[in-house]
């Protein structure tokens, strides 16, 4: 049951300039996919607070994008802070059984990570179904659900 997890280096995929976090789900037979990206606007004057930008790109290649942000939102908040307690997958030995799943379901998260105060660098974890973290995605998303709204706009001081 264990689906194939990669865990990608630096030179694999990293988040657009503007996001530190993204979370995505990719359907390859339809082509479509579902992206949420954690965006800190420069002008926005309250550090603990960002604004999401949701992207869903259908199968016939059309794009609609969404906004929200944790000043309007409060739950948005809630994927950062749980991904910690989503259990780490085992690394695969060459000689590990793994079960081929083809359901054409993707499950990613891209980030920035460290130890303590050193460098930082991106992380990238993929999954397919029946997984904690396709658990922890699709929660993600189904989260900021109610929060999304056609305009952008910026997190103001309270």
């Given at each position: 049951?264990?689906?194939?997890?990669?865990?990608?280096?630096?030179?694999?995929?990293?988040?657009?300039?503007?996001?530190?976090?993204?979370?995505?789900?990719?359907?390859?037979?339809?082509?479509?996919?579902?992206?949420?990206?954690?965006?800190?606007?420069?002008?926005?004057?309250?550090?603990d607070e960002y604004t999401l930008r949701l992207m869903i790109k259908n199968g016939d290649g059309s794009t609609d994008t969404r906004w929200a942000t944790s000043r309007t939102c409060s739950g948005v908040r809630k994927p950062v802070n749980n991904l910690s307690s989503v259990p780490f997958p085992a690394i695969?030995?060459?000689s590990d059984a793994t079960e081929l799943i083809i359901d054409g379901v993707t499950?990613?998260?891209?980030?920035s990570a460290r130890y303590g105060s050193q460098f930082s660098g991106p992380l990238e974890l993929r999954s397919n179904i029946d997984t904690p973290f396709a658990a922890w995605v699709n929660n993600a998303i189904a989260t900021a659900k109610p929060c999304w709204s056609n305009y952008r706009t910026l997190n103001r001081p309270r």
């Open positions: 049951m264990i689906a194939a997890i990669l865990l990608q280096s630096a030179s694999a995929s990293i988040p657009p300039d503007d996001a530190w976090f993204r979370v995505s789900t990719t359907v390859g037979i339809s082509q479509s996919a579902t992206t949420i990206d954690f965006i800190k606007d420069h002008i926005d004057t309250d550090d695969t030995l060459p499950y990613s998260v891209i980030f």
